[in-house]
């Protein structure tokens, strides 16, 4: 099992800069595939940007509407997962969530490809 535990949520101009991270707890971190979701007010959590295992290629994917602008990483020595978002926009604001799983996860996952959840961070962008 894993804990996880994000922060660097806040509130920002658009076009300005976060840089969310997740810390794990537990020393198995570099086997997880790690996820970043975000959820509205009155709408459905929704994928972010997922990162794959690191014997896997830290492979990353990106929803349509952040590629480009956020970037997913990992630091197995740290046991972090960062999500760095630039340009943010209004429609970014939500809370985000980390999430983690031993499965394997492909494409675009929903949330039920994750087994392990942080508690959230707020992120509100200001136009």
């Known amino acids: 099992q894993v804990r996880l535990v994000e922060s660097g949520g806040g509130l920002v101009q658009a076009g300005g800069s976060l840089r969310l991270s997740c810390a794990a707890s537990?020393?198995?971190?570099?086997?997880?595939?790690m996820g970043w979701f975000r959820q509205a007010p009155g709408k459905e959590r929704e994928f972010v940007a997922r990162i794959s295992r690191s014997w896997s290629g830290g492979v990353t994917a990106y929803a349509d509407s952040v590629k480009g602008r956020f970037t997913i990483s990992r630091d197995n020595a740290r046991s972090t997962v960062y999500l760095q978002m630039n340009s943010l926009k209004p429609e970014d604001t939500a809370v985000y969530y980390c999430?983690?799983?031993?499965?394997?996860?492909?494409?675009?996952?929903?949330?039920?490809?994750?087994?392990?959840w942080g508690q959230g961070t707020q992120v509100t962008v200001s136009s």
């Open positions: 537990g020393r198995t971190f570099s086997s997880y595939d």
């Open positions: 999430a983690a799983t031993l499965g394997v996860v492909a494409g675009i996952p929903s949330r039920i490809a994750y087994d392990y």
